[in-house]
């Protein structure tokens, strides 16, 4: 079975290493300070034994934790088969990842790219594997979502998406094959709802609880727009908006102002306690 | 920490969660549509914390958590325990 390497701890992070290791896969997760390392596993493993309580599978939560190791200096990542990069949804950082990287792994190394919108193509270009450098739009929460985004990029080799689809299916992923556009299709659409919800917000149209009730009870969605950015982070939401913006030059991705004094706030959803809601406890 | 009355401290946490709904102590917080499995991680993380223990496995399941009366319960449950 192949041994991945995660970078990045937080949202995602944890959910695609906890839905590795319940799988059975060997996991080296990485991010840069070891206290985020530290609040992760806390998580991952509280979220392993609960699993079977929210719809799950029943998972031995101590074998499936000794699975994961974890690292602050990339070079963990020196070794394994796949690296899985979910650091935040920005160009700058992204970017220095994957030089660091690309200089770090193992040639043969399969990079897979975890972003909501920035084109699979741009990453190729800054690492000398092209060919190995292929995108997996994971959805949240990773362990409870059943499909995925599967983006090839231009020069995409046809055998680095096979052996990525072919991992995905041991996740027990279905992978939807997408173009590689900005904002793929999942996030052209999704973005622009959530920031058009919290325009309504920020413009004193509705309240954030009246928003979701809306979608919740008229359209029967799970969630509404609104609960979904708290879920997702309100951080993440807005870099995302951002990517689209500078990417389309469109005026229809200018993100909303309340989105932007929450993420300066802090108020970055249910990550941090607080968003349009507020939470208890998560780890 | 020590809590004599459990249901009043899940009672006071539901209340904040959702201000907007009063929930009976026997009433089925699942049923109600209140609980996602998201607010159900919650949950679980807020009765460790709050009550210092850890949920064992044969404990972590919607039934010891249904209900403010059944979360009182496992507390005692688990206190008895210790
Ligand atoms: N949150 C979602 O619902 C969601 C869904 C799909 C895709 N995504 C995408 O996944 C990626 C990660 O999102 P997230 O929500 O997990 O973000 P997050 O902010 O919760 O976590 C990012 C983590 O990366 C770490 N990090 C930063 N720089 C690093 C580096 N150089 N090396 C290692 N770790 C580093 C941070 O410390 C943090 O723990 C983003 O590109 C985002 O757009 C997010």
Not at chain 1, 31 to 60: F, N
Not at chain 1, 131 to 149: D, R, S, Y
Not at chain 1, 222 to 237: F, Q, R, S, Y
Not at chain 2, 52 to 65: A, K, L, N
């Amino acid at each position: 079975m192949s041994v991945v390497g995660v970078a990045g701890a937080g949202v995602m992070g944890i959910g695609v290493t906890q839905n590795l290791a319940q799988t059975g896969h060997r996991v080296v997760l990485v991010d840069t300070e070891q206290q985020v390392l530290d609040a992760a596993l806390q998580k991952i493993e509280a979220q392993l034994r609960m699993s079977r309580m929210l719809g799950g599978p029943a998972v031995d939560t101590a074998a499936a934790m000794a699975l994961i190791s974890t690292g602050v200096d990339p070079k963990a990542l020196a070794e394994v088969d796949f690296v899985i990069e979910n650091i935040p949804e920005r160009w700058d950082l992204k970017r220095a990842l994957y030089l660091e990287m690309d200089r770090i792994c193992d040639p043969a190394t399969v990079f897979v790219v975890n972003t909501s919108a920035i084109p699979i193509t741009e990453f190729a270009a800054v690492t000398g594997r092209p060919e190995q450098l292929v995108g997996v739009h994971f959805m949240n929460p990773v362990p409870m979502k059943t499909a995925v985004e599967l983006i090839a990029g231009e020069h995409t080799s046809a055998e680095t998406v096979r052996r990525t689809r072919e991992l995905l299916n041991a996740m027990g992923k279905k992978a939807i094959d997408v173009k590689d556009v900005c904002g793929f299709i999942s996030n052209r659409v999704l973005m622009l709802t959530v920031n058009e919800a919290a325009f309504l917000v920020h413009q004193g149209v509705a309240t954030a609880e009246a928003v979701d009730e809306v979608f919740r009870s008229c359209f029967g969605h799970p969630m509404g727009p609104l609960e979904t950015a708290d879920l997702i982070g309100v951080d993440t939401i807005l870099h995302s908006i951002d990517v689209l913006y500078q990417h389309y030059r469109d005026s229809k991705y200018r993100p909303c102002p309340l989105l932007r004094t929450m993420a300066n706030a802090g108020r970055h959803g249910r990550k941090s306690g607080r968003g349009f809601y507020e939470y208890g406890p998560t780890a | 920490m020590s809590h004599n009355d459990p249901s009043a401290v899940v009672a006071a946490f539901l209340q904040q969660r959702f201000p907007h709904v009063e929930i009976a102590h026997d009433e089925d917080i699942f049923a109600l549509g209140l609980v996602n499995s998201l607010f159900a991680l919650e949950l679980v993380m807020f009765v460790e914390k709050t009550f210092g223990f850890t949920v064992p496995s044969d404990e972590m399941r919607i039934d010891s958590f249904r209900s403010i009366d059944a979360i009182s319960a496992l507390v005692d449950r688990q206190s008895a325990t210790v």
